[in-house]
């Protein structure tokens, strides 16, 4: 990227050096900056502790074209291009420091790059040495962030590096700027420091509250953190750069659960250069007195050039004003060779409320436990500002009571643990469907799923019934019958020849999932199981139907064998032998007359 070289430049500070005879230190900064190109600059040489008096100054300036200079106390001046140089003065041992004053235009330079600004100083006995500063700028990262309720804010991390030391007296609460929705705008408070003294790396926690005060709907949007300019600076004083440092997404929904997403993008592996993996961090804040268990984050098909494969993160268990960080990969397919960042991706998080209002520790089981956390708030108020009681307040009426108790007592010995899940049987009719019989039997299959135990014994059940997609495959099985939350069925049928992206090239099986909800305490359990599906008649697995398939069919009815092909390749009809009903049904789907 190109930039005027003037906000590189305006960072510079020069080290103090002390070279091979004379003893003196230099200095340059900017003493007035521009919405221009053009910057004053001072020139300091410091030698007070030199051994040599200072006869020449010169310095050269890359991507700038020096203008003028002023003279001082008698020294006179060159300007050349980028370079100037006093001469005939001198600065005396005992010198303090002088001042050479000048002025430069910036042109346009690459900010990616690290500008060397070379200062040489020569001595009256003739010695000389030039002088090429530190310019390398720490470096600023996001590392970890986390929400709360009380107080409600998001505090986070960022470490800065250096080749050399982090000065942190730099560090203080003007340095990350947040942005979100709403025109929300303010500064991070500063929190504290890793270490409290110079050096590298160094990690500073920051802070900022959550608009209006609490964390609700209305702060659902996308929020940005972002990098201040000329406010964290090495111990020479290079500032770190002004950058977008995370940008992070906040939803809400009706029962009052809160998510930060955030990208952190640690793997891109590309399969077959379009199919890439992501990983990131998801954390939940539950800022209600409920709790809620099976909370899933799902992201979901964006727009245009990604599609959304597989995205799946659960956490089994979120008690009152609590958060809950679990990391997952989301699998996306793209059309172009460089995957676009996900931060606007559409996504949605689904939960169930807890159906043990009595676990209050979330273990999955209401015991002595928990009845020890119930004692130990007994007569309790205001419970939503001590973080609910630590779930107590069964009744969320603020305080906990009688009323409590009652509700406690009706789960008591109640379980949604592990050994509670119910166990289902899935099956399938069959193990293949065909593209190319439309509308006939071998085209669909037929998933059935029964309870076969649950240990909560529940009255009703709900279902959802999902596909899960090989990488090489796009268009999913359409359903033709059941599949729906009440459906313990799901009838659903191939892709026709015109959708070739149902099929799999690479022999990996589709699978249906279905998972299943008890309605009265809330327990679950899921199975899936796979299938095929083909073109049939397509022995060869090329994806067509053509006279060599018809060949291999005809050489196993001779032979009883055709090279790698088998029995189950050219069985066309399932009867167990290969003649020629076989034959003739390659015949028909070869020449489009199979019904």
Same mark, same amino acid.
């Given at each position: ?28 900064? +900017? ?138 007296? /730099? ?8 942005? !979100? ?74 029962? !009052? ?14 399969? !077959? ?29 964006? +727009? ?137 039997? !071998? ?56 959708? +070739? ?24 359990? /899921? ?69």
């Amino acid at each position: 990227m190109k930039t005027w070289a003037i906000f590189i430049v305006s960072m510079i500070l020069l080290s103090s050096v002390a070279f091979a005879v004379p003893n003196a230190q230099v200095e340059l900064t +900017p003493i007035s900056l521009y919405e221009s190109n053009t910057i004053d600059f001072n020139l300091s040489v410091n030698n007070f502790l030199g051994n040599e008096i200072v006869k020449k100054i010169e310095i050269l300036l890359p991507g700038f074209s020096v203008l003028n200079a002023t003279e001082f106390f008698g020294w006179n001046h060159v300007i050349s291009d980028n370079k100037v140089s006093w001469t005939e003065g001198t600065i005396e041992t005992n010198m303090w420091k002088a001042i050479f004053p000048f002025k430069a235009k910036a042109g346009l330079v690459d900010s990616d790059e690290q500008i060397s600004v070379p200062v040489t100083l020569s001595s009256d006995t003739g010695d000389a040495i030039t002088i090429i500063p530190d310019m390398v700028r720490p470096q600023a990262r996001f590392v970890s962030g986390n929400i709360t309720s009380v107080p409600a804010v998001y505090t986070f991390g960022v470490t800065f590096s250096d080749n050399k030391a982090v000065d942190i007296s /730099s560090l203080d609460s003007n340095d990350i700027r947040v942005t !979100g929705p709403n025109d929300f705008e303010e500064l991070a408070s500063f929190v504290e420091v890793d270490v409290n003294s110079d050096g590298t790396p160094r990690t500073a926690r920051y802070r900022f509250a959550a608009p209006g005060g609490n964390w609700d709907k209305a702060d659902n949007g996308s929020y940005t953190l972002w990098m201040r300019p000329n406010q964290v600076s090495d111990s020479v004083g290079n500032f770190a750069v002004s950058e977008m440092l995370k940008p992070f997404a906040v939803s809400g929904n009706s029962e !009052g659960i809160f998510v930060l997403e955030s990208y952190n993008l640690i793997s891109q592996t590309p399969v !077959g250069g379009v199919v890439f993996d992501y990983t990131y961090t998801v954390t939940l804040y539950n800022s209600s007195c409920a709790s809620f268990s099976n909370l899933r984050f799902e992201l979901l098909d964006t +727009p245009a050039n990604i599609t959304i494969i597989e995205s799946e993160v659960n956490l089994p268990y979120i008690g009152p004003m609590e958060s809950a960080t679990s990391e997952g990969t989301v699998t996306v397919r793209i059309d172009r060779s460089v995957p676009t960042n996900l931060y606007n991706a559409p996504w949605r998080v689904t939960f169930e409320r807890e159906k043990l209002p009595g676990d209050l520790n979330g273990d999955g089981f209401v015991n002595e436990q928990d009845l020890d956390i119930l004692s130990s708030h007994w007569l309790e108020t205001l419970c939503r500002d001590s973080n609910c009681c630590e779930g107590a307040d069964v009744d969320r009426s603020s305080s906990v009571d009688f009323d409590d108790f009652a509700k406690f007592a009706e789960y008591w010995r109640f379980s949604t643990s592990e050994n509670s899940q119910i166990s289902l049987s899935l099956t399938l009719d069959k193990i293949w469907m065909y593209q190319n019989l439309p509308g006939a039997t !071998g085209s669909k299959l037929a998933a059935n799923v029964s309870i076969a135990a649950d240990p909560m014994k529940n009255s009703s059940y709900t279902y959802e019934w999902k596909f899960i997609l090989p990488s090489d495959v796009s268009v999913a099985p359409s359903i033709t019958g059941g599949g729906g939350v009440t459906d313990a069925f799901c009838t659903f049928a191939a892709s026709d020849c015109t959708q +070739p992206g149902g099929l799999s090239d690479s022999g990996v099986p589709i699978k249906i999932r279905v998972t299943v909800k008890g309605n009265d305490y809330g327990n679950m359990g /899921s199975a899936e199981t796979g299938f095929g599906t083909a073109l049939l008649g397509d022995i060869n697995n090329d994806c067509v139907v053509n006279i060599a398939d018809r060949s291999i069919i005809n050489a196993f009815w001779k032979n009883g064998s055709a090279g790698p092909y088998l029995l189950r390749d050219c069985d066309l009809n399932c009867d167990g032998i290969v003649n020629v009903a076989d034959r003739s049904i390659e015949d028909a789907i070869y020449q489009g007359t199979l019904g």
